[in-house]
């Protein structure tokens, strides 16, 4: 990737789903540090430790299932959107949960990564720009209990596990 950036055929290098033990790993080495990380995070999996990380060594987060992939067929899935914090602030401002999820996300200085086939909900996610949630609401949204959605799913039977790595699985790594 440092050869097709030193050629120009790659304007920066993007990583996905570094941990912050990967990304220190790696920008111990890297002669040109990515640009990006996109990795899983949202109200159940915030990734703090890993956001300050990234602040500190200008490397920009890009959050992906910022909704918490709320029609994923896996089983169990934790849901951002039925979580009561969230609705309860959602109630507040007058918003849907997946407003506050995603304006949330834009206030903590990520770039987010919702996907909706639907068109009023599109039309409700870009509708998060000429309002914001005000501290104290941003203070009880960083108290939500946290949970990876992968994490979850990490001992299933492997019929599941195949169907995971078709879902999710780029050219990434996770731990
Ligand atoms: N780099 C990686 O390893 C990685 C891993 C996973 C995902 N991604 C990327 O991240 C993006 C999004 O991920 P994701 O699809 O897992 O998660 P997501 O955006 O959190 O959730 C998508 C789900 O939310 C529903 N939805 C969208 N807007 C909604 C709203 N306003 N209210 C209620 N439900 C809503 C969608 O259903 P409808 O379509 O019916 O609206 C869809 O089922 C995708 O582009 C994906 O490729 C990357």
Redesign the pocket.
């Given at each position: 990737m440092e050869k097709l950036y030193d050629s120009g055929k790659a304007r920066a290098i993007g990583v996905?789903?570094f941990s912050s033990k990967k990304m220190e790993d790696l920008l111990a080495v890297a002669r040109v540090p990515p640009a990006v990380n996109?990795v899983?995070c949202?109200l159940i999996w915030q990734q703090d430790k890993l956001r300050k990380l990234c602040h500190s060594r200008g490397v920009h987060l890009s959050a992906?299932?910022?909704?918490?992939?709320?029609?994923?067929p896996l089983p169990g899935i934790i849901s951002v959107?039925s979580n009561p914090i969230v609705i309860s602030v959602a109630e507040k401002l007058q918003k849907?949960p997946?407003q506050v999820a995603l304006r949330w996300g834009l206030q903590m200085g990520q770039s987010i990564?919702?996907?909706?086939?639907?068109e009023a909900?599109i039309k409700?996610?870009f509708d998060i720009f000429d309002w914001s949630i005000p501290k104290d609401l941003m203070a009880e949204l960083s108290g939500i209990k946290q949970a990876c959605l992968k994490s979850q799913h990490m001992f299933l039977p492997m019929s599941h596990v195949i169907d995971l790595s078709s879902m999710?699985?780029?050219s990434?790594t996770w731990k």
């Open positions: 996905s789903n996109q899983e949202h992906f299932s910022p909704l918490g992939s709320p029609g994923s959107l849907t997946a990564l919702p996907k909706s086939t639907n909900r409700e996610n999710f699985v780029t990434t």
